[in-house]
């Protein structure tokens, strides 16, 4: 069974920054994609940022662009998510997703992703 468990939420003032870490467990995250969501109250979830299984391409909503960035170390199954000149329109639940295909094609569509971790609240005050 896999286990996503997110840390690194909180609050934070605006121009501020947050690192999310996503540890895995119950499986190697060696070939597979990670991906990070959020939520809003009242809003879907949405993508915000992806990294394939190979690490080259990392993606990007155009919002968090130039401010946030992503990356993997699988060696400790982790995925991160530097969020750095953080904005009110940030604040909201992130959410760890990874899906089930070995070697897949990275997904911007949360249907894609099978696995979900319990997020973690990120607080931005103006």
């Known amino acids: 069974q896999v286990q996503l468990v997110e840390s690194g939420g909180g609050l934070v003032q605006a121009g501020g920054s947050l690192r999310l870490s996503c540890a895995a467990s119950?499986?190697?995250?060696?070939?597979?994609?990670m991906a990070w969501f959020r939520q809003a109250p009242g809003m879907e979830r949405e993508f915000v940022s992806a990294i394939g299984w190979n690490g080259l391409i990392p993606y990007l909503i155009n919002s968090v662009k130039g401010r946030f960035t992503i990356s993997r170390d699988n060696a400790k199954n982790t995925v991160y998510l530097q969020m750095n000149s953080l904005k009110p329109e940030d604040t909201a639940v992130y959410y760890c997703?990874?899906?089930?295909?070995?070697?897949?094609?990275?997904?911007?569509?949360?249907?894609?992703?099978?696995?979900w971790g319990q997020g973690t609240q990120v607080t931005v005050s103006s």
């Open positions: 997703a990874t899906d089930g295909r070995r070697w897949g094609v990275v997904s911007q569509d949360r249907n894609d992703y099978d696995y």
């Open positions: 119950g499986r190697t995250n060696t070939g597979y994609n």
